[in-house]
């Protein structure tokens, strides 16, 4: 009789009868009421009361009866410690048993019963069992200190039992090495700055060595450490290779796909030239292809690592395009997935098989992949150019077949071709327009409104066409709305005298009857772009596209590198980060490829380096859980100091401006300075410039904004700044708005409902920023994104203005919930800067709401040298949570107003500093003039103290110092007529040098 009848008794008082039974002398009935116990607690019954009688059991010879109270007690331990501590004299004696099995037994549970108060008595049989004579005890135990040490960390590293799991990396035994590792990669993933697998090359060949003869799971163990290892050079990347190749013939898909993932790292440092690196690319192909023989999930978990794979190397399954067709009986999430990577094999060489293929997959009857297969022949088009005549043809035949969810997919991609090639296939627009009742889906409704404008002079009856779509315009969705909006307007610039009446229309709907705001706003925008300025309404709507990309859905370079190293784990079918979706970010590292060596450059372009930074540097400074460690963790953070609301930034609007500072004070110089916009009525008989024909009554009373309104004097001036635009409006900004055009109060009787206008708040970011007149300001970065923040995204920007130093801050809040209780702190830094006021936010920070703060900074904070120099760490505290980012501030925010010295000072000073400390770079790209260099260097405190020509070659000797008096004495060599300088730097501390070099590059390109 099986096990079974075990879980079958419904008996009443049967822990009576198990306690007697389980003190029974007779050895056969203890065994049967510890099965019964088991049983009852598997099927959820409490059977703690029995925890005495079942450890009473424990002293027997009988294997499985000891399995069994084992078994029992680890499950009740946490909940009975006292009574567990009775156990620990029959661990001690079971760990010294001679048979290896009931050693390995004990120290395995040992390691389960997660209770404080037995740990510390378990120490000595873990160590006798760590240095044991059999292997199997010793693979068994160091898995038991990874469980012991997250219970209690410190515990396991007083013990040393650390280093005795290190030395077990070199056991004779493989499955002990792998177990070693799996333990040691478990600590190291939660602990990430302890350093445990410190890696070398004698090492790393022990781990090669067990990799051959360990089982499959030791493999995957093994392998995924390598894939931690960076080698010294290609040399040892390619000896690693060779011996990790084998792995990839193996029977198991996962230890295939970390194989996969260490090549895929290592080949990273070997030379495209090398014969080895074309004979891996050749290995690596078959053991994909056999993953997608085996079931649909598997195979699906297969496609979104190859799909990896191929974005980062193409060429190694470039000759496997047929493997990815789809079969008659694949799952649809296995038939997209193979659509997918087949458009990314997609090439010259192969269209043609891809296209008939695609064909045919758009008769299938499931919707969702003919949709996904039309869609796939648009990005064929796109990608290969060669194939875009074919691509359309196809494309137009599918369009013959009326089948209405084909017809519609396919007038969305053909849009995306006419964007790609332009004035090469509007051929087909004929035919398209044939199906215009039988579009009923917003995306392919918005496809065809833009095709229609877009081609207006090309279509007879164009007006018509958008004036059916504009008998619904309430029904429409958004997205169909905004592009019937632009289109019309398009087709009134295209021909002005016929859709005079469609475009008053238009505007009218989408800013007095709507009451979505993004419509409201690009209404308003159109309105007062033809009103004032028709010429620039046209260079503005009519203005040449850029064209679109080949492939718009590739995983951004840095993250698909990141990706690369956790081939073979979640993170590669999620296409995301584990920090994405682990909770707590807990034992999650940041990876990334090895960077490659000079022999292994490859043509491909790098990723181009901001100016003034050197190559390879990152301008943001990512932290590491360990760098923020120090002054942040002893964080002081009270509540925010009331005080005073913030002055008002934007400036009141007049009923004269719906745009608050009018189009020539936005696109143009402004010389009484920014921040006190001067506006000026133009005369009543101002009227708006020709468009070619002349406009009637119609639309001159549609755009005559003078009678109440005014229109704005000026025409469109090249903007020569960058506007950033925040959209972060609030009901009390909103009242202050001019009244909206055709409202009683701007003057135009007769227009009944009052519509409230919105205008995104402009931020004017010129040299120096608002009101500004010190060196450039940088546009806003983003410091803090909003998934690492639980919903708080922190943006901002350093300045330094009137010998203040401050830091531009712009919090906005992604999250469910209101923010309060804001501060902030930083972290020791290498100039000692530090908040000089508390970050003041004097309302609660709601849902979606973005707040604009400027904390001013002092210089006399705690100093310790960073590395690099200006790198800053800072705490964000709220009532949710505390927060740390990183972030690099530019030196040039640090030098003094008191920086020009006295000429023979600074000749003094020139010969007395070493000449080792003398740095040259070369500052290129840079068309200024001597005089011009010396002026805008000298706004940023960077002063001239002599200037000399020599050989026709203007000598600049320049003096600036830091905040902490360091000097820093400069030559800069120019050449009239080159655009690249030369700049010599002498500091007592030459460390500066590259920072300072850094502030030239961006004070004088800027």
């Not at 840095?558 to 073979?568: A, R, S």
């Amino acid at each position: 009789m099986t096990d079974s009848k075990y879980f079958t008794t419904t008996k009443k008082g049967e822990i009576f009868e198990l306690k007697a039974e389980l003190n029974s002398d007779k050895k056969e009935k203890k065994k049967e009421a510890v099965k019964k116990v088991i049983a009852s607690m598997t099927v959820g019954k409490d059977v703690s009361a029995l925890f005495p009688d079942v450890v009473n059991c424990m002293q027997t010879d009988n294997l499985e009866l000891k399995k069994l109270v084992y078994l029992y007690l680890m499950n009740y331990a946490k909940s009975q410690p006292d009574m567990a501590i009775m156990a620990v004299n029959t661990f001690v004696k079971d760990c010294e048993d001679p048979n290896p099995l009931i050693r390995a037994l004990a120290v395995r549970t040992m390691g389960c019963i997660r209770v404080d108060k037995i740990t510390e008595y378990l120490c000595e049989p873990l160590r006798k069992c760590l240095k044991d004579e059999d292997p199997y005890v010793r693979k068994t135990a160091a898995v038991c200190v990874a469980k012991l040490h997250d219970i209690n960390a410190q515990l396991v590293e007083d013990q040393g039992f650390l280093d005795t799991l290190k030395d077990l990396i070199s056991d004779s035994n493989p499955m002990v090495v792998a177990n070693a590792v799996a333990a040691l990669s478990e600590i190291a993933e939660s602990h990430p700055s302890s350093n445990l697998l410190d890696l070398n090359p004698q090492s790393i060949n022990k781990l090669l060595t067990a990799l051959n003869e360990c089982t499959e799971w030791g493999q995957i163990f093994i392998l995924d450490c390598l894939a931690n290892y960076t080698p010294k050079d290609d040399r040892e990347a390619q000896s690693i290779c060779e011996r990790v190749t084998p792995r990839l013939s193996h029977a198991n898909s996962a230890v295939v796909l970390s194989a996969v993932k260490v090549l895929m790292k290592f080949m990273e440092m070997l030379s495209k030239d090398l014969d080895y690196y074309g004979t891996l690319l050749k290995k690596l192909a078959p053991p994909l292809v056999t993953l997608l023989s085996a079931e649909p999930e598997l195979q699906y978990v297969a496609l979104r690592n190859i799909n990896l794979i191929v974005q980062k190397r193409p060429e190694v399954l470039k000759h496997e395009m047929k493997v990815f067709f789809v079969k008659y009986n694949d799952p649809i999430y296995v038939k997209l997935e193979k659509l997918d990577i087949m458009i990314r094999l997609a090439s010259q060489a192969n269209i043609a098989q891809v296209l008939a293929e695609l064909k045919e997959y758009a008769t299938e009857v499931d919707v969702d992949f003919v949709r996904k297969a039309v869609r796939a022949i648009g990005r064929c088009a796109i990608k290969v150019e060669q194939s875009a005549e074919r691509c359309v043809s196809t494309l137009l035949d599918l369009i013959q077949t009326k089948v209405n969810y084909v017809v519609q997919e396919a007038i969305v991609v053909i849009k995306d071709i006419f964007r790609k090639y332009p004035n090469k296939y509007e051929s087909v627009i004929a035919t398209l327009c044939e199906n215009l009742d039988s579009l009923d889906e917003p995306e392919a409704r918005a496809a065809m409104i833009w095709i229609v404008g877009e081609y207006a002079e090309r279509i007879d009856n164009a007006d018509e066409l958008l004036e059916s779509f504009l008998e619904g315009f309430h029904d429409e969705s958004t997205q169909v709305q905004l592009q019937l909006l632009t289109a019309i307007v398009k087709l009134f610039l295209k021909k002005p005298t016929e859709t005079q009446e469609l475009v008053q229309q238009v505007l009218s709907l989408a800013t007095q009857d709507s009451d979505n705001p993004d419509l409201r706003d690009r209404g308003y925008i159109y309105w007062r772009l033809l009103s004032t300025d028709p010429v620039a309404a046209k260079e503005v709507v009519l203005a040449e596209k850029p064209l679109i990309s080949e492939e718009t859905d590739l995983i951004e370079p840095t993250l698909l590198d990141e990706l690369i190293c956790y081939i073979g784990t979640l993170a590669s079918v999620y296409h995301k980060p584990p920090s994405a979706f682990v909770e707590g970010g807990r034992g999650v590292v940041h990876k990334s490829l090895p960077p490659r060596t000079a022999s292994s450059e490859s043509t491909e372009s790098p990723e181009t380096a901001p100016a003034g930074a050197p190559p390879g540097e990152q301008l943001d400074a990512v932290p590491t859980q360990g760098d923020l460690l120090g002054d942040l963790l002893n964080l002081d953070l009270g509540p925010p100091v009331s005080g005073p609301p913030l002055a008002a930034s934007a400036v009141q609007m007049g009923a004269v401006d719906l745009l608050g500072g009018g189009l020539d004070s936005l696109m143009g110089d402004e010389p009484e300075g920014i921040g006190a916009p001067s506006f000026v009525a133009p005369p009543a008989a101002a009227v708006p410039a020709n468009l070619g024909a002349p406009m009637g009554s119609g639309l001159s009373d549609l755009f005559d904004l003078t009678s109440g309104v005014g229109t704005l004097s000026g025409s469109y001036v090249a903007p020569k700044a960058r506007l950033r635009s925040g959209f972060g409006h609030t009901e009390a900004s909103l009242s202050r708005a001019a009244p909206a055009v055709g409202h009683p109060e701007a003057g135009t009787p007769g227009r009944p409902g009052r519509v409230l206008l919105l205008i995104p708040r402009l931020t004017w970011s010129s040299p120096g920023g608002p009101g500004r007149c010190g060196p450039s300001e940088s546009p806003l970065q983003v410091w803090l994104p909003a998934m690492k923040a639980k919903g708080l995204e922190i943006s901002g920007t350093f300045t330094r203005q009137a010998g203040t130093i401050s830091m531009d801050l712009q919090l906005t809040n992604k999250a469910l919930q209101v923010m309060t209780d804001f501060a902030i702190q930083f972290n020791r830094n290498s100039f000692g800067l530090a908040p000089a006021a508390p970050l003041q936010v004097h309302a609660p920070l709601s849902p979606t709401q973005t707040v604009e703060i400027s904390l001013p900074l002092s210089t006399a904070g705690s100093v310790m040298k960073t590395e690099p120099l200006n790198s800053l760490q800072v705490a964000v505290k709220n009532n949710i949570d505390v927060f740390y980012f990183s972030t690099l501030y530019p030196l040039h925010i640090l030098f003094v107003e008191d920086g020009k010295m006295d000429r023979q000072m600074f000749l003094a000073t020139w010969k007395d500093i070493p000449n080792e400390n003398e740095a040259q770079f070369q500052i290129r790209d840079c068309p200024l003039n001597a005089e011009a260099v010396s002026s805008r260097l000298q706004s940023s405190n960077i002063f001239t103290v002599a200037r000399r020509n020599v050989e026709g070659q203007d000598m600049l000797y320049q003096s600036l110092k830091l905040t902490n008096g360091i000097w820093v004495l400069a030559e800069l060599r120019i050449q009239p007529g080159n655009p690249s300088f030369t700049l010599s730097l002498k500091c007592r501390a030459p460390e500066v040098s590259q920072h300072v070099y850094q502030a030239y590059e961006t004070i004088l390109k800027n």
